[in-house]
């Protein structure tokens, strides 16, 4: 037997694939008033209510509880049930007249309920894959004793009884579960980074990280495609996508082909391959230019994803070097339509080179007048007690999702953007 809601919601009429009983209450907020009618609507859709004998007195705004009978995705005989009206104080925060409703009702009431659906699906989509693959989702701290070293990404710190930092990811924690016996871990973290702000930032965001053992970073690269496409599956977008900056289909049809970065920089920079992996560690900040201001605009105009692979090693972070060519490591970094979405490793496992890393790391971000953070000698000591071999991926969900919706905006998909707090 059916079992319904003592009272429905706006949506709940306009989207029902099952008989509903013959009169149902509904609660909503009302979004117009019209003559002997109104349409209440919640953050995923809008119903037209129309009542016996006229509209009561409601008012843009208001919140309202009526019962009526359904009627091809309206209301129809219905009655006022309850009001609530909600404060409307003459003056706002800021000295200016109040509007009817806030920022968040009237940016939910455009469409950002319907988003918020959708991301949910994509977290949906995400989870079902790796569950059929045989992950485990995990958890792990938001606040650590190190949020790494990385001198690209800041933290917030936390004042606590000891040093504490709120995630820039959850590596360091996910790579003592793998030391640990779990062999294949997901996690869908919230993660936070000082300083980043803009369409594709938010100082908070999701982060989706996952790792292999005994994997190689083909197989993440393999897992990698497959999330792309089932996510676009999931939001509607099929085996194309149309990107709001230029328009032009890129195929999402596997496999995606991959660049070597020097490939990749003598292809489009002008730098032959062995010198533009020497240029990284010569001049590492004209070689970001030319990735950013070369490189990066002609993957963006491909019809299809890239991986680009095989950094130069002094961008390894905590990759491991590639056996056979130790001048570049085992990094990967997808793009789709020009946005970089994740960043995966054949993950380094050895203890003595990973503090040594460290140690540069934390000597590199003081020479440049960046904070210094600890080192996680808990990470070392997984190392240490072994860890297996793996490889690991980080993906920027907001990214994925915003770009399958087709929107400009990581913010757009986001219940909070940081301009709302």
């Not at 008033?33 to 007195?57: I, K, N, Q, S, T």
């Not at 309202?64 to 009206?85: F, H, K, Q, T, W």
């Not at 005994?214 to 993440?220: G, H, I, L, P, R």
Request: aromatic share 6%.
């Amino acid at each position: 037997m059916t079992r319904f809601p003592e009272t429905f919601a706006p949506s709940d009429i306009t989207s029902a694939g099952a008989p509903l009983p013959g009169r149902v209450r509904v609660g909503g907020r009302v979004l117009e008033v019209a003559e002997g009618a109104v349409v209440l609507g919640d953050a995923l859709g809008a119903l037209r209510v129309a009542f016996d004998g006229g509209a009561p007195a409601l008012e843009v705004g208001d919140l309202a509880v009526v019962v009526g009978v359904p009627a091809g995705g309206a209301l129809a005989a219905a009655r006022l049930a309850e009001r609530i009206a909600p404060r409307r104080p003459p003056r706002g925060r800021s000295g200016a007249a109040s509007p009817p409703s806030s920022e968040t009702e009237r940016a939910i009431h455009r469409g950002r309920g319907a988003a918020l659906a959708r991301r949910a699906a994509a977290f949906a989509a995400i989870r079902e894959l790796f569950a059929e693959r045989g992950f485990l989702e995990v958890e792990t701290p938001t606040l650590v004793p190190s949020p790494g070293l990385d001198l690209h990404l800041d933290a917030f710190a936390v004042e606590a009884a000891r040093p504490t930092f709120l995630i820039t990811s959850p590596e360091y924690q996910m790579k003592r579960l793998l030391s640990g016996g779990v062999a294949r871990c997901f996690q869908l973290a919230r993660c936070f980074r000082r300083g980043e702000l803009g369409d594709r930032h938010n100082p908070e965001f999701t982060m989706l990280e996952w790792y292999r053992a005994f994997a190689s970073v083909d197989e993440v690269m393999s897992d990698t495609e497959v999330i792309v496409q089932r996510v676009a599956a999931a939001l509607g977008a099929g085996d194309t996508l149309a990107p709001p900056a230029s328009g032009a289909r890129v195929s999402l049809r596997p496999p995606f082909p991959r660049i070597a970065v020097g490939d990749a920089f003598a292809r489009w920079a002008g730098v032959p391959a062995d010198d533009a992996i020497a240029l990284a560690s010569r001049d590492e900040e004209r070689f970001f230019r030319l990735l950013v201001d070369e490189v990066e605009p002609a993957i963006a105009a491909l019809p299809h994803p890239v991986f680009l692979v095989d950094f130069p090693a002094p961008l390894a972070s905590l990759a491991r070097l590639k056996p056979g060519d130790p001048r570049v490591c085992e990094r990967f970094e997808l793009y789709v339509a020009g946005v970089e979405l994740c960043n995966g490793f054949g993950e380094l496992t050895d203890p003595v080179e990973q503090r040594a890393r460290l140690a540069a790391d934390q000597a590199a971000r003081a020479a440049r007048g960046k904070p210094v953070y600890p080192i996680d000698e808990r990470f070392l000591d997984a190392l240490e007690e072994g860890m297996p071999p793996a490889a690991g991926n980080a993906l920027g969900v907001d990214r994925l999702v915003a770009l399958c919706l087709g929107a400009k905006a990581i913010g757009d998909v986001l219940a909070f953007p940081h301009g709302w707090l």
